[in-house]
């Protein structure tokens, strides 16, 4: 239950939603679809650990959520995405199917900027796993393909 609450805090929080400029409903839609994709994907793999979450995972997840958001938001606003990978963010359970609908160059921009993102989580190196986090937290990428 305390992981629930600092979840829909972390949601609630996370993400300058500042970013899109006021009448601009393409950015406003990226910044929108992304933090609720970005917040939704952690979510589930957090929930897929059993949903009790350690306090090194906690502490990733608020590190990582607004870095992702940002990220994402950035590449969704300067790549200029479909409306259908968009509404893919808005809609999906994981963000991780929305990446197969982006442009061939999108996709490695996607997958270079995630990675970028994941690797820089060096709190959590030595689980095991080649970035340092855990198995369910890896990127939501297909990581090495494009």
Same mark, same amino acid.
């Given at each position: 239950m305390k992981w629930l609450v600092l979840a829909v805090a972390l949601s609630a929080c996370g993400g300058d939603k500042s970013e899109a400029p006021v009448g601009d409903?393409?950015?406003a839609a990226c910044? $929108?679809?992304i933090d609720r994709g970005v917040t939704m994907t952690l979510e589930r793999r957090t929930a897929m650990s059993g949903g009790q979450?350690?306090?090194n995972m906690k502490k990733l997840v608020?590190?990582?959520a607004p870095k992702l958001k940002a990220t994402l938001g950035d590449l969704c606003i300067k790549d200029q995405? =479909? =409306?259908?990978v968009v509404s893919c963010f808005q809609t999906a359970p994981d963000i991780?199917?929305?990446?197969e609908s982006l442009k061939p160059e999108q996709r490695t921009k996607y997958t270079q900027a995630m990675m970028q993102v994941m690797m820089g989580q /060096? /709190?959590?190196? /030595?689980? *095991?796993? *080649? $970035? %340092?986090l855990p198995a369910n937290m890896q990127?939501?990428? %297909?990581a090495g393909s494009n």
């Open positions: 409903p393409k950015q910044v $929108s679809a979450a350690s306090p608020e590190e990582l995405w =479909d =409306d259908a991780a199917k929305c990446k /060096g /709190g959590m190196r /030595g689980s *095991g796993h *080649g $970035s %340092g990127p939501p990428t %297909g």
